[in-house]
């Protein structure tokens, strides 16, 4: 009975060894099929990625060029206002520099005119005159700079004097009108 009851064992140990890979092949199947569904998953996954990168890719890229072409428009209307406050600025000092210098023109041939009025008055005067013709014949210039023959500058009181000397050729002088 030994060898039937050893049979009886083996032939229930092949017994549940023969449900034991069964078990094993249906939870290998079951992975096989978990790992296809998964493989299938992870590759649909992989391309909704995909789909969603470039999505946002796109999306970035247009917001740059968006970003782009707003700094671009800002930069001109910052370039643009800027030159109008030069040019502003330019007119605005030509044109105050202009008034100020009109101004300025103005006072100083007013003057100029004053002077020469009074120049003018006092040439027709009895010493205008009398100067105008020493002139006439060289002489005011002589006696103006005491450049005449022995003629000597001397100072008395701190101011210069023109001292006519005699020479021993004769005496120095000038013409008189």
């Not at 023109?162 to 013409?175: D, E, K, L, N, V």
Request: charged share 20%.
């Amino acid at each position: 009975m030994s060898a039937d009851s050893e049979l009886d064992d083996g032939l229930a140990a092949f017994d549940q060894l023969g449900r034991k890979m069964a078990e094993t092949n249906r939870l290998l199947r079951s992975v096989q099929i978990s790992q296809s569904e998964r493989n299938r998953q992870e590759n649909t996954l992989s391309t909704e990625l995909q789909d969603a990168i470039k999505q946002v890719t796109g999306a970035s890229q247009d917001a740059l060029q968006a970003s782009q072409t707003k700094i671009r428009s800002s930069l001109l209307w910052t370039g643009l206002t800027a030159l109008l406050i030069v040019l502003m600025a330019f007119g605005g000092g030509y044109f105050f520099g202009q008034q100020a210098g009109t101004k300025k023109g103005q006072a100083e041939g007013y003057q100029t005119a004053r002077d020469e009025k009074a120049a003018a008055s006092w040439a027709n005067t009895p010493s205008g005159q009398r100067a105008y013709n020493l002139d006439q014949l060289g002489s005011l210039n002589m006696l103006a700079s005491c450049k005449g023959e022995g003629w000597k500058i001397e100072q008395q009181h701190g101011q210069s004097v023109c001292i006519p000397y005699s020479i021993p050729s004769g005496t120095a002088g000038w013409y008189i009108p």
